[in-house]
Each structure stands twice: as C-alpha cells, then as structure tokens.
C-alpha cells in the first residue's frame, strides 16, 4: 500500500516561523504501530532545532518528542499494542539494538546513536524522521510506549522527555528516603526533579534565582526552597547533600553547586548550556565529590518512569496551546514565561491548512 500523507507544523530554514506543511508518514509494516497524535509536548529542543540553535538541522524540520496518541493501525507481527489503546513516543524511535548498551536496556546510549524522533536519519523513508507536530506518526512498537489509564493523557506527554530525563538519574543513583536531594532550577524539567525526589521519598530542597517561585516550590513538593543569590543562604547547606540534580540550561556558577555535596556526593547535569562551564579541581578534590551527566532513559524505564507516575499521582503542569500559537509559545519559552510546560492540543491541526 502508498505511504500516507499527514499535516503538520514545520519549520523551512533557520529563520522562518512554523508553518502548516504536508508530510508522508510511511505505510505500517509487520512490527509497526501508527497512532493519530493527541497531544505533543513543547520541549526547549525544539525550538533549539527548529532555529539550527545546534548547527545540525535539516529541513523542512517538524520537531516533538513529547507524543501521547491513540492507535489506529498496527502490524501484523505487533503484539504489545492493540488499536484504541493510548500509547505514547518520546526522543527516539529506534536504535541499532545489538550493541552492549541496546542490550542492557540503555537504547539512548547506543553506540551507533539512537534514531531520534524528529531530525534523525529516518531508517524507512529515507531523509529525516519529523516529529510529533502532526497529526500522526508510525513508530516500531519497540519504541512505544503504553501511557497508564491513570494518567491525564495531556499532562503525560511532557513525561516522555522531561519526566524521563529527571527521573532516570534520579533512579540511576538510588536517592530515596534519608536522603538530602537538591534541585536546582525550577522550569519544565526542574519542576519534575521536585516530584519526583518527593515520592522517591528525599528530603528535597529546590534552589532557584527567582524569589517569585519558592511559593511554587513548595508546591510542586519541595520542603526547602533557598534562593540561590543569597549567598549566606547556600553557605548553611555546604556538604550535606547526598545527590543535586542540576536542570539549568543557563550559564552558571557550578562549583557553588559542588559545594553543596557531602563526601561521595553525586552532582548530576541535566540542562544543557550552550558554552562550557568552568569547573573548579579544589569542589571535586576535596573532599571527593562526583560530577556526573545523563541523558533520556532507555525503553523500559520509560516505561516504569509512567507506571511510577500513574501510581504516584505524578504529572506535569501544563499550559494547553493550539498549534497556531506554536511560534507565540517559542517567544515565551525564551522568556520562561510557561509554569511549566506547554502541551500542544492537535485536534487544532485539523483547522490549519495546509
């Protein structure tokens, strides 16, 4: 059967807005699933990528890799998903899946680079795979995932990017009860670092620049929020903490943050700032602290990423927007003017033309 032909949202160069532009999705094959997408988180990569801000775009570009859907078609080898059920696709879609780290379960780490959802060689088509702006995809069912009847399918598709990128180290380094866990920053990712290290069961402490947020803090569960300027304010929390996860994508003071560590200490990065930080010996030497950086997680912590949420009452905050207000939502994402992430709604796309 002919490839399908799908709309979506896409970017044609560097400088030109998001626009309605038609697309082929690829008819399923036996192991296939494609779901109609419903919801489609709003991920600060995107509109890295849409802009070249990584110098490696190649367009037209349709970003998202926060996808909750339903299916509506699968293979006839597929056996984990049946059609109607909610399922949902985060930052990759394949990966070579026969080197060390495939096989452990760590497809965001393969060793010949996972394929990624959007602006990823596109193994079946040819050219680059495009992403979730749009009104549907097909995906190997070995990367989808099943979104928990529990879970509010809006607020569950920033879970596939930002809810995975915190909780994997959080769960990769073991923090849980006894625990001081700092978090710093409080944006899409930093505001699921502190739900998460709350159920996981830590004592947590959120640091942010901005005074206007330790109510919010507080909120979302922290049990301390200490203002990052106020240096006597950090000074109180030298080496006593056992894990601080780092989701700034700013320019920072780093070693303020390796300050905070007690002996074995882990500091993990999360956020991804453009220039290099300047890390000081002296923080990490004395007296022997970790500094350490993860990405996504695999498959099948993903997967027990959303069934922990689901149990645990754990969703993003969300500002729901129609795919015409995608460029507006870029421009208040510079501004961080989002608490916390923004969820595109793509019954919306059906009105654009394309």
Known sequence: MPNSKAKSYAAQAATDALAPFEIVRREPGPSDVEIEILFCGVCHSDLHQARNEWHNTV?????GHEIVGRVT???????????????????????????????????QYCLAFPVLTYNGADKAL??????????????????????????????????????????????HW??????KVGIVGLGGLGHMGVKFARALGAH???????????????????????????EDEMKKHHGSFNFVLDAVSAQHDINAYLMLLKLDGTLCLVGAPEHPLAVSAFPLLFP???????????????????????KSGIASDIEIIPIQKINDAYGRLLKQDVR???????????????
């Not at 367009?59 to 970003?63: L, N, S, T």
């Not at 696709?89 to 497809?107: I, L, P, W, Y």
């Not at 022997?288 to 689901?310: V, Y």
């Not at 992430?341 to 033309?353: E, G, T, Y």
């Open 73 to 107: 078609r699968i293979g006839k080898s597929v056996t984990k998903f049946k059609v109607g059920e909610t399922t949902g696709v985060g930052c990759m879609v394949d990966s070579c899946r026969t080197c060390e780290n495939c096989k452990a379960g760590n497809e």
């Open 174 to 179: 073991k923090v849980g009860p006894g625990q």
């Open 126 to 171: 040819g050219g680059m795979t495009l992403g979730g702006y749009s009104s549907s995809i097909v995906v190997d069912e070995a990367f989808v995932l099943r979104i928990p009847a529990g879970l509010d399918p809006a607020a569950a598709a920033p879970l596939l990017c930002a809810g995975i990128t915190t909780y994997s180290p959080l769960h």
């Open 204 to 230: 947590v402490v959120l640091f942010t620049t901005s005074p206007d947020k330790v109510k919010d803090g507080l909120r979302l569960g922290a049990h301390e929020v200490v203002v990052s300027k106020n």
């Open 59 to 63: 367009y037209p570009c349709v970003p």
């Open 288 to 310: 022997r602290r970790n500094f350490a950086g993860s990405a996504i997680g695999g498959i099948k912590e993903t997967q027990e990423m959303l069934d922990f949420c689901a």
């Open 340 to 354: 916390y992430r923004f969820v595109i709604d793509m019954a919306s796309l059906k009105n654009a033309a394309a």
